[in-house]
């Protein structure tokens, strides 16, 4: 029976190879998409009984539920960001027991109701995409957590790992709303042309490939973008090239020159021991006093760098413990089927945007400070351009900066940053260096004040009415930067927003990883389950012919 069995089935096979592929890819794909649904139950399922666990711990009788805010605005309403923070995340909110209170996205523009939400709420929850995210910077909001949506989720694709499924994303920033857990992380202030400056979190971009923000996020969106850079490379010309004149810093892990530390937090008077009035220093103190002892003698140093090309990439790395831009210059010339191939291949790979591996990039630096001046094709660089005061005759500015934590926030998560800012000019060798240390930003200052910088000879004052200098400066090409990816991380450590990464307790999933399979048993799954419904469907089809 069964080597009849088999040598109809062989028979078969011999004679229908077309319609035997066919229904051996549909079965592999069919078997494919139920392991993943699978798959994402039991994680789901995992991260359920987690956020349970927080929901059965007692609260007292006067002790009010955590509430949490979720904004989401109209264009998000009915789409499929939406839709899987509905699947995913706000489950876990109510099995953990927060009170949840869904607002517009629209009320965050206006400042009071900003105020308002964040003084009668625990934790802002924000659903939308890295373009949403990047217009709470300047809000000043103390907490704010974000939903990894959307296509163009780069903070989220820096601070956790590309191969995690993305149901773990969603489940990861709820269960780090629900377990208060934060990341640090630097921010960027960016100045173009003497326009207000703004806060930057994970890119800035200026380039030809990387335009395709605007593409619904749907299943042939890969086929979208290369019909898209297809469609550019043949109706438009070659890529144009900037020609830029680069002054940047190393960055630095802490030395006396770039770490400040207040004399009055670690010493104590003689009768500190009998009253107890004083507190033990913090661990940002402490930090800072070893700092103190360190000499690096290129911290701030100004190096230079004269080159053409045709496309900027500035990425903040977040998972660096100092402030760091990983900084890369595309090739000096592309022509049109460079530009598509170099397009196409960032398509593939799914990152849009020039990175220092890839194989296109001319020249890669790594900064903490960096001045870009872009001028027009037709004149020349020239190295005098840059002098003692830099400031007013860069084009565009990155500079990232530290902040000075004079109090601990993970204590309480409504609690509430005020600004304040010290400043101190150290002088050491006939050179003039300063150190800027901030609390949180203040919106009007960065709309208003000019960054700061390691190679700035002027000396700061928080009065800027006192600054009486001004430099005359030729007008420049003006150059659109495009914030690509920003966040709600004013400055540097304290952490607003609330995603936990692949070294927190809530990264690991128990349960999940037991039914995590491999590549070679994926093969050895499919091709089992593949062959096991042809020699059904054959066995089928031979019997009813029989018939």
Known sequence: M?????????????????????????????????????????????????????????????ENP???????????????????????????????GLKVDIAELASAYNDEEVEKEWKTSDTLYLVGNDSEISKRVAKQIPKLAFFPGGYDGHVAEHLLPKSYPLVRWYCQSAMAVIAGVCRNGSAVKCKVDGKPAYLAISCLHVGDIGETGDLKNSVLRKVK???????????????????????????????????YIDPNALTKPWWSWLFLWRNPPSASDRQASTNKDVVNERCGEKLELV?????????????????????????????????????WRRVSSGNPYLTAESTSAQKTIDA????????????????????????GRCALIFASFREKRK??????????LRPQTKEKTEKSDGQTSESLKTSAVDAAEVDSEPPMTAFESISYERDRSKVREKI??????????????????PVRPDPPYLISGPEDRMACCSVAECYRFTRSSHALLFIAVACLLIVIFVTALTTFNLK
């Open 225 to 259: 973008e290369r019909w898209f850079y297809l469609r550019k490379a043949i109706t438009h010309r070659s890529s144009e090239n900037f020609h830029l004149s680069v002054a940047y810093a190393e960055p630095c892990s802490g030395c006396k020159r770039c770490s």
């Open 66 to 96: 955590r509430k949490v805010t979720v904004l989401v605005g109209d264009q998000f309403q009915n789409q499929k960001t939406w839709r899987k923070f509905e699947k995913y995340a706000l489950p876990l909110l109510h099995f953990a």
């Open 368 to 391: 903490s400070e960096c001045l870009i001046e872009l001028q027009p094709k037709n004149l020349p660089v020239r190295r005098s351009l840059f002098s003692d005061s830099i400031v």
């Open 2 to 62: 069964v080597v009849r069995l088999t040598q109809a089935v062989w028979s078969h096979l011999r004679e229908h190879k077309k319609k035997a592929a066919f229904f051996a890819a549909v079965s592999i794909a069919s078997v494919n998409f139920a392991r993943n649904q699978l798959e994402e139950r039991r994680i789901f399922n995992d991260y359920c009984l987690k956020a349970r666990d927080y929901g059965r711990e007692p609260i007292g009788p006067l």
């Open 407 to 416: 109090r601990s926030v993970l204590s309480s998560m409504a609690s509430k």
């Open 307 to 343: 080159l053409s090309t045709s496309e900027i990439s500035a990425f903040n790395n977040l998972n660096s413990d100092e402030p760091k831009l990983n900084i890369a210059f595309g090739p000096e010339f592309m022509s049109k089927w460079d530009y598509l191939v170099e397009a």
């Open 472 to 489: 005359s400066t030729p007008k420049k090409a003006r150059v659109k930067m495009v914030p690509v990816v920003s966040g709600a991380l």
